[in-house]
C-alpha cells in the first residue's frame, strides 16, 4: 500500500496533463483513467474506482462503440468493482451484457469472454452467500444460475486448454463449491477428486495448491461426519503442509483443526487432543486469542478435556 501511495499522484497529475493536452475524452486519457481506477481499486478505495471505471466505460462506448474490445474490458472492469462492493444486481447485469457483446463481436471461445463468465460466476456465488440465509429464495435462484455458469466454463476451458490447465482447475473448484452448496456431494466430490489428480500429476504432491485440494476434500468430509474418510486426506494434507509450509502457517493450521476435529469424531480422542492443542497456538501467534478461529480451536479443546 506504500508503493500505491507513491504511484497515485503521478497518475493523477499525469491525468491532468493528459487532459490538458488531449482533452477528456481521448484514448490516451482514457488510458491513465483505467490505470487510476485499478490502482484506486488495488487500494481498496472502490468508490473512487467506480467513479472513474464509469467514466472509462462511456468515453469508450461513446468513442470506440460498444464492441470493441477496449469498451468490452471497461465494462468487465466496473462490473467486477460491483462485485467487490456487493452492488450484485449492477454486477449481473452488467456481465451479462459485456458477454452477450463479447460473444457477438468475438465468438464464444474468446479469452475475454471465458474470463468474464467465469467472474459472472464468482458473483452470482458470492450474491447466494450474502443473502443466506435471510432471502432463500434468492440464495437458490443465484447458486442455480452460479451452477449453470461454471458447467459452461468448466466445458469451455476443459476444451480450449485441457483438463490440466490451472485456469480450468480454478473453474472445477468453483463449481465444486457450487455443487457442495446445492447439497450435490457427489458431483462435487468427483471434481475435487478430479483436482487431486491433476494437481498431483502437475504440481506434485506437495505443492501448496496441491495441498489446498487434498485438505479441502477432507474438510467437505468431515462436514458430512464422514470422518473416517475425512482423515485420509487430512492426515495426506498436514504431511505435505509440514514439509512445504513454515512452522506458523495459518493453512496449516486449519487442516489441524479439521484432522483434530475428525479424529474427535471417531472418538480418537488422545491423537486429536494435540492437534487441536497446536492448531490453537498457531491461530492465537499469528492471528490473537480473540480472533473466531482461535476461541474455536480453544472450545474444541475443552470439549476433549
Known amino acids: 500500500k506504500a508503493k500505491f501511495a507513491e504511484v497515485e499522484p503521478v497518475l493523477v ?5 493528459h487532459e490538458r493536452l488531449f482533452g477528456r475524452r481521448h484514448e490516451v486519457t482514457a488510458m491513465t483513467i483505467d490505470n487510476l481506477a485499478q490502482l484506486y481499486s488495488m487500494m481498496e478505495r472502490r468508490e473512487e474506482a467506480i467513479t472513474l471505471a464509469k467514466e472509462l466505460m462511456e468515453i469508450r462506448e461513446g468513442t470506440l462503440g460498444p464492441e470493441r474490445i477496449e469498451t468490452i474490458s471497461a465494462m468487465n472492469t466496473l462490473a467486477s468493482l460491483y462485485g467487490d462492493t456487493e452492488q450484485f ?3 449481473e447485469k452488467l456481465y451479462d451484457r459485456a458477454i452477450a457483446t463479447c460473444q457477438k463481436a468475438f465468438g ?10 467465469g467472474n ?5 456465488y458470492h450474491d447466494a452467500m450474502t443473502n443466506q440465509p435471510a432471502n432463500q429464495e434468492r440464495y437458490k435462484d443465484r447458486l442455480a444460475r452460479a451452477r449453470v455458469v461454471d458447467e459452461e466454463i468448466l466445458a469451455a476451458r476443459t476444451r480450449i486448454l485441457g483438463d490440466e490447465h490451472p485456469e480450468t482447475g480454478n473453474v472445477r473448484n468453483n463449481l465444486a463449491t457450487v455443487y457442495r452448496e446445492l447439497k450435490m456431494f457427489d458431483e462435487a466430490d468427483k471434481l475435487q477428486v478430479k483436482d487431486i489428480e491433476v494437481s498431483v500429476r502437475t504440481l506434485g504432491e506437495n ?19 464422514r470422518f473416517a474418510e475425512a482423515v485420509v486426506y487430512l492426515e495426506r494434507a498436514l504431511k505435505g503442509a509440514r514439509i512445504s509450509h513454515p512452522k506458523d502457517y495459518q493453512g496449516t493450521a486449519f487442516i489441524l483443526g479439521w ?3 475428525s479424529l474427535r469424531g471417531l472418538a480418537r480422542y488422545s491423537e486429536g487432543e494435540p492437534m487441536l ?5 498457531i491461530i492465537s501467534r499469528t492471528l490473537g486469542e480473540k480472533h473466531e478461529s482461535a476461541q474455536r480451536t480453544a472450545l474444541d479443546v475443552q470439549r476433549l478435556c
Do not use: F
Open 13 to 17: 497529475q499525469a491525468l491532468k496533463d
Open 89 to 91: 444486481d449492477d454486477c
Open 108 to 117: 464464444v471461445d474468446h479469452p475475454l469472454m471465458l474470463e468474464m463468465k
Open 120 to 124: 459472472l460466476g464468482w458473483c452470482l
Open 207 to 225: 505443492h501448496p495448491d496441491t495441498i489446498v485440494s487434498i485438505a479441502n476434500m477432507g474438510n467437505s468430509l468431515r462436514s458430512r461426519n
Open 259 to 261: 484432522y483434530g476435529s
Open 277 to 281: 492443542i497446536e492448531a490453537h497456538g
